[in-house]
């Protein structure tokens, strides 16, 4: 992520050819330069890609109906055309070029055209017959000459038709370029929220639905004696956001709890394990599944898990003396275990099936120089860092600034948020890279692009 579209609103068009299903590509791309995104659809898009997919991804509902209305009363399309910063269409097909030629807004994708004063880029994909049909040039050469749109000629290459000609949609990245190309030189504006489409809340998104999430939260405890022990300053509250926001999301929750002083969630499946080998122990039975298979989709790590115990507790309590000395030795790396176990290097041989998403957090104190360290000893996917001597951050808070590390991204710092804030986000990311996880297992699909009428 670059964050070349930071601080805009792209709405993404899609018509109805094959090529729809890229455009959830396309979305997810936009986002990662950093645009807020809104999807509007014709009416044959929706029948290669449901809305609920655009909309899980974009936040937003999707416009497909001219007619519609927004709760408050606004017309759906119209909001969109005066808030976006750009209209992209893609893919488009030769039915929706004629239409838009020819200023006929009877779907939200030309309306919003119609409407709109930011720029718009289109990125047509048909047959190559079609393409080449005198009728679509001169549709495609009025869009471009008369409108001033951008239009991304479709690639040469294999067809939906069987046929091998110039109607591919063009590649992804080339179409995020050209979004970037058409405002460069434009002021980000910093509009009012509410002029923007409004967002749905995320508790209304089912996208971790059925998902097995297993979140660790709290500090643990190392006995001394049957009476003390050796703890931390952790009151769970983070872990607890993260278990309270996957659930809201649809996802069966396991919250392996070590000493949480926050009410914890009576729809979760609550193991309590207060000391670093009990929650090893939870961990290793709910992680790996009778068969030998993944028993999670996602391993929540939020949970301050002692680095040191000591040595010889003793069970019977320790009188008074003169003095104490205490021998601690260090206690097991339980994420680091649970990393090398996921990815099968521990011993058994056998990464887990389907691979789980792990996620770390860093408790640091000054600086976050030792993260990507971190990142990688450990194995995860995701690790979610806080310098915890900063004000508003940390134990006993409401809310954490957070930095967010990845082995593909570059660090992405959050502003200040509440934990529930945090948790939500974080679960975006965690959604998408089991998206992404499932989608790399799927067989390539090897159809390429369709005409169909609107
Ligand atoms: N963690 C763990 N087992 C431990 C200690 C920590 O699984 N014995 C997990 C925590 O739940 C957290 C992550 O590891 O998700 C980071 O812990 P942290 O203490 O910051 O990292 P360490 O590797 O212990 O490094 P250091 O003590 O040097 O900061």
Known sequence: MSGRLTGRLIALGVTGSIAAYKAVELLRLLQDEGAETVVLMTPSATSFVGPLTFEALSRRTVERDVLALLPDGRIGHIVVADSADAIVVAPATAHWLAAMANGL???????????????VVVAPAMDGEMYAHPATRANVARLREAFGY??????????????VGIGRLAALPAIVDAVVAVLAGRPVRSPEPATRPPLVPRTALPDLDGRRLVVTAGGTAEPIDPVRFIGNRSTGRMGVAIAEAALDRGARVTL???????????RARVIRAESTAAM???LL???????????FDALVMAAAVADFRPAHPVGTKIARGSALTLELEPT??????????????????RPLEPAPVLVGFAAETGSLDRVPGKLRAKGLDLLVANDVTEPGSGFGTETNRVTVYAPDAPPEPWP????????????????????????????????VAQETRP
């Open 105 to 119: 807004a009877g779907d939200a994708v030309t309306a919003a055209c119609l409407a709109t004063s930011a720029p």
């Open 332 to 349: 097991p790396d339980l994420l680091a275990e649970i990393g090398r176990l996921a990815r099968g290097l521990d011993g058994a041989g």
């Open 256 to 266: 392996i709890a070590g000493l949480v002083s926050v009410p914890l969630p009576e």
């Open 416 to 447: 200040l948020l509440t934990k529930r804030e945090v948790a939500d986000r974080l679960l975006d990311r965690i959604a998408r890279r089991l998206d992404e996880r499932d989608t790399a297992h799927r067989p390539p699909l090897t159809v």
């Open 280 to 282: 090893r122990s939870a």
């Open 285 to 295: 039975e709910t992680l790996v599944g009778p068969d030998g298979r993944s028993g």
């Open 150 to 163: 951008t239009v991304i000629d479709p690639e040469s290459g294999p067809l939906a038709s069987g046929q």
